[in-house]
């Protein structure tokens, strides 16, 4: 079975401060992205990477950045987080060119901002 | 108008109800499409893929429609673990950056 793996469940964090989420596959997956789930909104894609050291913006990636330093590792930072960062964070991971498969998520983050 | 839209329900059915919801999608190129169940504070999961002549897993059926640009989800003999919500996916170019979630469907089986 696939593992997407999220470090922390939960977080809370103070406005302002360096945010770092990470996640970690162990099926050899060159596809990883970070997603950010809100009421009403659905998910929204931040960021993605289809190799090392490779990066792509999403939709929403304002405030934020991402680091692929390792295949099985995507690591999320909030540079100075905010009250509107608040939010569930879901990392995902799939493999290059397997657009008719689906995503296998991780548990995923909720990050609240105070 | 949203690129892949959902009606949010709830959708609330007695137990062993057949229920069906549908989800429509704005590009008409869009390549493949997924159904996803995310249950209550969880992360969402491939319930099934969709394909063009429609398929069947169990007690789930989808369908999917390219001249209505929607797909659809059937569930027949609904337990109370179907409670879910049910994320609609799909892929508009075959770019794995562009797999626009549906914002989902919440359904609660009622015993």
């Known amino acids: 079975d696939v593992k997407v793996t999220q470090s922390s469940r939960y977080l809370v964090k103070r406005t302002g401060e360096k945010v770092f989420l990470e996640c970690v596959q162990d099926m050899d997956h060159e596809n990883m992205f970070w997603y950010r789930q809100d009421p009403g909104l659905g998910l929204r894609l931040i960021y993605f990477?289809?190799?090392?050291?490779?990066?792509e913006k999403g939709d929403i990636p304002e405030g934020y950045s991402v680091s692929r330093e390792k295949k099985e590792r995507f690591s999320l930072i909030l540079e100075s987080a905010s009250t509107n960062q608040t939010s569930m964070y879901l990392c995902?991971?799939?493999?290059?060119?397997?657009?008719?498969?689906?995503?296998?998520f991780g548990s995923g983050t909720r990050l609240t901002v105070v | 108008r949203k690129e892949v839209e959902q009606d949010p329900g709830p959708f609330n059915v007695p137990e062993g109800a057949t229920v069906a919801f549908n989800c429509t999608y704005s590009n008409s190129a869009s390549q493949s499409f997924f159904w996803y169940r995310q249950d209550c504070r969880k992360e969402p999961k491939l319930l099934m893929s969709v394909y063009s002549s429609g398929n069947e897993d169990g007690r789930f059926t989808a369908q999917l429609n390219r001249a209505s640009q929607y797909i659809s989800l059937l569930i027949r003999d609904s337990k109370l673990s179907d409670s879910a919500t049910y994320l609609c996916v799909v892929n508009m170019y075959s770019s794995a950056s562009k797999i626009i979630f549906g914002s989902g469907t919440r359904l609660s089986i009622r015993p």
């Open positions: 995902a991971s799939s493999l290059q060119g397997a657009t008719t498969d689906g995503y296998t």
């Open positions: 990477s289809y190799d090392v050291k490779m990066k």
